[in-house]
């Protein structure tokens, strides 16, 4: 490991310190970019971060005092990469070469770190994403099954969140079709069934416990990572399948299409600027509206 990725983990990443004041996504990209500019200017990139440095950038004393705090953590950063080894776990930072591109489009909020438990080759594959509700009707589990078979039968990986309802009823119609899935959980990785052809990735950490923060925030990394993302079933207004969909579309994250069930959620998201689709014969089916 090379001293920029340690740096950016000893950041990014609690490391078993539940006490650690490591940086969001989004104050990291600040601070990657008053960093990046000093050396630029003819600072030396491999310049020890003190205090005194860091106040010359622009940081205030405190904030300085923090950088420096997590900086100086290499033994425990040490210790949680070899417990993660241990459990089957691999990292990777946004310098590695199979970070995937996709998740570039989130610029401040794209995570610097991830941790991952299976098939790292996914990484690098073309992706199909599915959201949906936990508590799903039958017409919509049954799209929802029907995205997973197309992403199995048409060579695309399935991303999901790992959930009840419409997540799971994908992924296992894709695993049993033979195809591959990524699930991009908020609970601690080692407590995710890893099955063949499956990956399980998360961010800031692989021993984190599930919060509501951290199943909300995982939501924009689903949207992301898919070529196109499919809506099995949403709530009006509420639950993480509406916030995260509501995301894409003000982003523009990935195009976002809508099983129309003619359901108040599905029609909320169509007014927001989502694509209705009904039982697809094919993925390429979909296109947004305008390109049909």
Excluded at 45 to 50: G, H, M, N, R
Excluded at 84 to 112: C, H, N
Excluded at 163 to 174: I, R, T, Y
Excluded at 269 to 278: C, K, M, N, S
Aim: proline residues 4%; hydrophobic residues 45%.
């Amino acid at each position: 490991m090379n001293a920029a990725d340690a740096g950016i983990l000893m950041l990014t990443c609690p490391l078993g310190q539940a006490d650690a004041q490591v940086l969001t996504p989004q104050q990291f990209a600040q601070t990657a970019k008053i960093v990046r500019a000093r050396h630029v200017d003819g600072g030396d990139p491999t310049e020890e971060l003190t205090v005194s440095a860091l106040e010359a950038l622009g940081f205030t004393m405190e904030n300085s005092g923090r950088l420096v705090a997590l900086l100086t953590r290499e033994r425990e950063l040490s210790d949680y990469l070899a417990r993660a080894e241990q459990r089957g776990v691999f990292w990777l930072t946004v310098r590695a070469a199979d970070y995937p591109a996709s998740l570039r489009k989130l610029r401040g909020s794209m995570p610097p770190v991830l941790f991952g438990r299976g098939d790292r080759k996914l990484l690098s594959s073309k992706k199909i994403a599915l959201v949906g509700s936990r508590r799903l009707e039958s017409a919509p589990r049954k799209f929802a099954e029907r995205i997973g078979f197309l992403s199995a039968k048409e060579g695309f990986t399935l991303v999901s969140g790992g959930a009840a309802g419409a997540d799971s009823a994908a992924q296992d119609a894709c695993l049993d079709a033979g195809g591959s899935v990524i699930v991009v959980t908020p609970k601690r990785l080692t407590e995710e069934v890893l099955r063949p052809r499956m990956l399980i990735l998360s961010e800031s950490g692989w021993d984190l416990e599930f919060t509501n923060h951290r199943a909300l925030a995982r939501n924009r990394l689903i949207h992301a990572l898919g070529e196109k993302t499919f809506v099995a079933q949403c709530a009006n207004g509420v639950g993480g399948t509406w916030h995260g969909s509501a995301e894409n579309l003000r982003a523009r994250l990935s195009p976002l299409f809508v099983y129309d069930d003619g359901s108040d959620g599905a029609q909320a998201l169509l007014d927001l600027g989502a694509t209705p689709v009904g039982m697809l014969r094919s993925l390429a089916d979909a296109a947004p509206a305008g390109l049909v």
